[in-house]
Every structure is written in structure tokens, then in C-alpha cells.
């Protein structure tokens, strides 16, 4: 869940650096229309006007993206740029 909250992270700052925050909400906001058992790809459209595909692990769910996007969220509002560890986490 950590590497696929970093990544997000970055394609978040990458497609929308002035608001990234945005990206991810419109991201959870997608219309996930298919997940494919055959290859784990889940593709979703309307993220900004355009469709887009996630690859993913089989056994990976909507669900899983959806609640690293909002760790992802949380992990911006709290002011960090990197998903933190709990002992990071602890000692702040």
C-alpha cells in the first residue's frame, strides 16, 4: 500500500503540480468501469476528460486504489511529500 500511495503521489505532483490534492480527487472520482482478471489492468474514464488505466496486481481492487488515493490525500494535507512510517509517524 506505501509504494502504490508514493506512486500516486508522484503522478499526482507530475499531472498537476500547482494541485495535486485535485489530482487525486478527481482520480477517486473517476468512473472505474472495468477491472480485467485477465491481465489486472483497471480502467476507469472522465479523470480530467480522458480515460484512464491503472496495471495492477491480480486480487487488486477498486477499493485498494481508491483507499491509497486517500492516504495519499491525507499524507498532502498533513504537509509531507512521502508517505510516512510509523516510526516517522510516531516520532513527529
Do not use: C, H, Y
Not at 480522458?50 to 477498486?62: D, N
Amino acid at each position: 500500500m506505501k509504494i502504490l500511495v508514493s506512486i500516486l503521489l508522484r503522478q499526482a505532483r507530475r499531472n498537476n503540480a500547482a494541485n495535486p490534492r485535485k489530482w487525486l480527487e478527481d482520480l477517486q472520482a473517476s468512473k472505474w468501469t472495468d477491472m480485467s482478471a485477465q491481465n489486472g489492468q483497471i480502467v476507469g474514464t472522465a479523470l480530467n476528460g480522458k480515460s484512464i488505466t491503472v496495471q495492477a496486481l491480480p486480487g487488486t481492487t477498486i477499493a485498494d486504489l481508491i483507499m491509497a488515493s486517500e492516504l495519499a490525500i491525507q499524507t498532502i494535507d498533513a504537509g509531507f511529500t512521502a508517505p510516512v512510517s510509523q516510526t516517522a509517524g510516531f516520532l513527529r
